[in-house]
T-cell receptor, first 115, second 110 residues
Framework: GAVVSQHPSRVICKSGTSVKIECRSL??????MFWYRQFPKQSLMLMAT?????????EQGVEKDKFLINHASLTLSTLTVTSAHPEDSSFYIC???????????FGPGTRLTVL | EDQVTQSPEALRLQEGESSSLNCSYT??????LFWYRQDPGKGPEFLFT???AGEEKEKERLKATLTKKESFLHITAPKPEDSATYLC???????????FGQGTTLQVKP
């Protein structure tokens, strides 16, 4: 149980384009999903927290107009990186949490490379 | 400020050589401490949750313990497949967010 998927696993795009990443909880309903970014040899940094049906809460320093998050259902959250630039290249990982639990279960991650 | 520090940064062991990884934390109010395993290019895999000092959890060759200031992940007789980065994270009562340490990269040689 507690399986989270992400799609795509890897994406390469040109500077200025937008990229959408999907995060799905496959076998449970996740009222809360989280988006993290991880740079090489660094730990996970929380970008935003999203609750189903409401606006995401962004961490300090994360541009909400650049990183659009939608949590339309209890099993799906999406992160759209708008007008991506090379500095946005990173490993993006989502996680999901049960309504009654504390543990976060992570997806496999999406490697974004912006040329 | 809530903070998590893991040591050592890297650890090389021979197969069968037991050792411990340390996670020191400062948090305004601890809701839970979590251990994850992360393989290269993958997302973290949940291992344990610890809630109170004195609590211990075990899974195969791994055992996690918790005190009021730190947690240890003990690895008994490790195998090469235990090679990975082990992440510690704390969840504060007030924010509910996970704060991660930098991780310990473990390499177990046959």
């Amino acid at each position: 149980g507690a399986v989270v998927s992400q799609h795509p696993s890897r994406v390469i795009c040109k500077s200025g384009t937008s990229v959408k990443i999907e995060c799905r909880s496959l076998d449970f309903q996740a009222t809360t999903m989280f988006w993290y970014r991880q740079f090489p040899k660094q730990s996970l940094m929380l970008m935003a927290t999203s609750n189903e049906g409401s606006k995401a809460t962004y961490e300090q320093g994360v541009e909400k107009d650049k990183f659009l998050i939608n949590h339309a259902s209890l099993t799906l959250s999406t992160l759209t990186v708008t007008s991506a630039h090379p500095e946005d290249s990173s490993f993006y990982i989502c996680s999901a949490r049960y309504l009654t639990g504390d543990e976060q279960f992570f997806g496999p991650g999406t490697r974004l490379t912006v040329l | 400020e809530d903070q998590v520090t893991q040591s050592p940064e890297a650890l090389r062991l021979q197969e069968g050589e037991s050792s411990s990884l340390n996670c020191s934390y400062t948090v305004s109010g601890l809701r839970g401490l979590f251990w994850y395993r992360q393989d290269p290019g993958k997302g973290p895999e949940f291992l344990f949750t610890l809630y109170s000092a004195g609590e211990e959890k075990e899974k195969e060759r791994l055992k996690a313990t918790l005190t009021k200031k730190e947690s240890f992940l003990h690895i008994t007789a490790p195998k090469p497949e235990d090679s990975a980065t082990y992440l510690c994270a704390v969840q504060a009562v007030d924010t509910g967010k996970l704060i991660f340490g930098q991780g310990t990269t473990l390499q177990v040689k046959p």
